[in-house]
């Protein structure tokens, strides 16, 4: 841990596999080198982009070890270790941890919903057997429930509850979260956003963790610069570039089509997609990323 707020451009990274749905050791290699190059602040491994739901337990950890391995101290990685149970959890949590990984996130069990009391007391027992700087993943998208802001709260009261990774797309929610952490020196806001990063910042948040940074690491982290200097009218090139870009994942059949292929493309790796997200991507599709791709890097 180096003692530092996490903020500006965090991939979530995506995990380069073998055709047996293993880690490609080499492609994830070579994807944390292309991010590190591009000056991203930190990495954000076994992640939703990282394909964790669709990967054994053995497998999110090697891909998280390999990243450690690979960043060898240059930024901070960040380790997802979602799972369905308190105690699943913690023993995924604990092996992240164990294999270096400078911050913990935590996403809410994603199979059944949670009272606010038992997801509050979630976190809290996780707190307690985790020493390790925690983030709190808030995603209605795929646990289709909200962490409500009083909860956030209650949980940035624990000193290693250390920020929230926030991909909730209501900009209102936004607002109201960068306000009431406007002055905690210790509490990070990510916003898990591709088209509204300008707006992100300009609210007050610290980060911005986005896919699509996997394959447009350099517009991001130029955008995040100049929204630092204060030059929006400059930001806002590098927005609307990335937010062109943001159309690769609408080729195809869900986000792993056009994701697949971008990678290929910038000579990253062959293949991302898991059973049963790893149906054949057709030459229209491949030509229509490539089409998008040349155009904006």
Not at 81 to 104: F, P, Q
Not at 196 to 219: E, M, T, W
Not at 255 to 269: M, S, Y
């Amino acid at each position: 841990m180096n003692g530092k707020k996490l903020s500006g451009i965090v991939p979530p990274i995506g995990t380069p596999l073998t055709e047996d749905e293993r880690v490609d050791e080499a492609g994830m290699r070579r994807l944390v080198d292309h991010l590190l190059k591009h000056g991203v602040n930190a990495i954000f491994a076994n992640g939703g982009m990282g394909a964790f739901a669709l990967l054994s337990d053995h497998e999110q950890a090697r891909a998280v070890e390999i990243v450690i391995d690979e960043v060898h101290g240059r930024v901070p990685v960040m380790a997802g270790a979602a799972d369905t149970s308190t105690k699943r959890v913690i023993e995924k949590a604990k092996r992240m941890v164990s294999l270096g990984a400078d911050y913990i996130s935590i996403l809410p069990p994603y199979y059944f919903s949670l009272t606010t009391e038992s997801l509050t007391k979630f976190y809290l027992d996780i707190a307690d057997a985790i020493p390790s700087p925690i983030v709190v993943y808030d995603n209605p998208y795929t646990v289709h429930y909200r962490i409500p802001i009083d909860s956030i709260l209650k949980l940035s009261e624990v000193p290693h509850i250390v920020g929230l990774k926030e991909s909730d797309q209501d900009v209102e929610r936004w607002q109201h979260l960068t306000h009431l952490f406007r002055s905690d020196a210790d509490f990070s806001i990510l916003i898990g956003t591709e088209s509204l990063i300008r707006v992100a910042f300009s609210l007050g948040a610290d980060g911005v963790v986005s896919g699509l940074h996997n394959i447009a690491p350099q517009p991001a982290v130029e955008l995040y610069r100049l929204m630092q200097a204060g030059d929006v009218e400059a930001a806002d090139v590098f927005q609307q570039k990335l937010i062109d870009l943001f159309n690769i994942f609408t080729c195809g059949a869900g986000i792993w089509g056009g994701f697949e292929v971008a990678l290929n493309f910038i000579g990253i790796c062959e293949k991302v997609g898991a059973g049963p997200f790893d149906t054949p991507i057709s030459e229209s599709v491949r030509n229509k990323v490539e089409e998008i791709l040349k155009a904006s890097l």
